[in-house]
Protein backbone atom coordinates (compact mmCIF):
# COMPACT_ATOMS: atom_id res chain seq x y z
CA UNK A 1 0.00 0.00 0.00
CA UNK A 2 1.42 3.67 -0.81
CA UNK A 3 0.74 6.53 1.49
CA UNK A 4 -1.64 8.04 -0.55
CA UNK A 5 -3.79 5.08 -0.50
CA UNK A 6 -3.70 4.78 3.29
CA UNK A 7 -4.60 8.81 3.40
CA UNK A 8 -7.23 7.68 1.09
CA UNK A 9 -9.12 4.68 3.64
CA UNK A 10 -8.19 6.66 6.49
CA UNK A 11 -10.58 9.76 5.14
CA UNK A 12 -13.20 7.09 3.72
CA UNK A 13 -13.07 5.94 7.80
CA UNK A 14 -13.16 8.75 9.35
CA UNK A 15 -15.95 10.14 6.60
CA UNK A 16 -18.24 6.67 7.48
CA UNK A 17 -18.28 7.10 11.51
CA UNK A 18 -18.25 10.93 11.61
CA UNK A 19 -20.75 11.33 8.70
CA UNK A 20 -18.65 14.28 7.01
CA UNK A 21 -17.97 14.12 3.31
CA UNK A 22 -14.59 13.09 2.22
CA UNK A 23 -13.66 16.38 0.46
CA UNK A 24 -14.13 18.17 3.25
CA UNK A 25 -11.37 16.14 5.18
CA UNK A 26 -8.07 17.63 5.25
CA UNK A 27 -5.01 16.44 6.53
CA UNK A 28 -4.98 19.59 9.02
CA UNK A 29 -8.31 18.71 10.20
CA UNK A 30 -8.58 18.41 13.79
CA UNK A 31 -10.90 15.20 14.44
CA UNK A 32 -12.87 16.87 17.46
CA UNK A 33 -12.74 21.32 16.33
CA UNK A 34 -12.97 20.60 12.50
CA UNK A 35 -14.91 17.38 12.44
CA UNK A 36 -17.01 17.55 15.23
CA UNK A 37 -15.62 13.83 16.73
CA UNK A 38 -16.87 13.42 20.57
CA UNK A 39 -14.93 11.63 22.96
CA UNK A 40 -16.71 8.22 22.09
CA UNK A 41 -16.12 8.65 18.74
CA UNK A 42 -12.50 8.90 19.25
CA UNK A 43 -12.63 5.30 20.74
CA UNK A 44 -14.61 4.07 18.07
CA UNK A 45 -12.35 5.78 15.63
CA UNK A 46 -8.86 3.81 16.31
CA UNK A 47 -11.74 0.11 16.55
CA UNK A 48 -12.40 1.40 12.79
CA UNK A 49 -9.13 2.09 11.38
CA UNK A 50 -7.50 -1.03 13.42
CA UNK A 51 -10.64 -2.97 11.55
CA UNK A 52 -9.87 -1.72 8.50
CA UNK A 53 -5.91 -1.80 8.92
CA UNK A 54 -5.76 -5.17 10.60
CA UNK A 55 -3.19 -3.47 13.07
CA UNK A 56 -3.60 -3.35 16.92
CA UNK A 57 -3.09 0.34 18.42
CA UNK A 58 -1.49 1.52 21.38
CA UNK A 59 -5.04 3.03 22.99
CA UNK A 60 -3.29 5.85 24.67
CA UNK A 61 -0.67 7.07 22.13
CA UNK A 62 -3.19 6.77 19.75
CA UNK A 63 -5.91 8.93 21.31
CA UNK A 64 -3.10 11.63 21.13
CA UNK A 65 -3.06 11.61 17.41
CA UNK A 66 -5.67 14.68 17.02
CA UNK A 67 -5.77 15.54 13.48
CA UNK A 68 -6.45 13.77 9.89
CA UNK A 69 -2.74 13.95 8.81
CA UNK A 70 -1.20 12.72 12.38
CA UNK A 71 -3.72 9.80 11.73
CA UNK A 72 -2.06 9.04 8.37
CA UNK A 73 1.68 8.85 10.29
CA UNK A 74 0.55 6.80 13.07
CA UNK A 75 -1.18 3.98 11.14
CA UNK A 76 1.68 4.33 8.40
CA UNK A 77 4.11 3.77 10.54
CA UNK A 78 2.67 0.87 12.07
CA UNK A 79 2.01 -0.56 8.58
CA UNK A 80 5.42 0.32 7.56
CA UNK A 81 7.10 -1.63 10.52
CA UNK A 82 4.69 -4.41 9.15
CA UNK A 83 6.08 -4.00 6.30
CA UNK A 84 2.83 -3.51 4.77
CA UNK A 85 3.53 0.29 3.44
CA UNK A 86 5.47 0.93 0.90
CA UNK A 87 6.35 4.48 -0.49
Known sequence: MKKDELEARIKKVV???LKVPEEKIAL???FVKDLGAESIQSLELVAAFEREFGIEMDEEESLEVKTVGKAVEFIGKILKEKGKLGE
Do not use: G
Open 15 to 17: SSL
Open 28 to 30: SSD
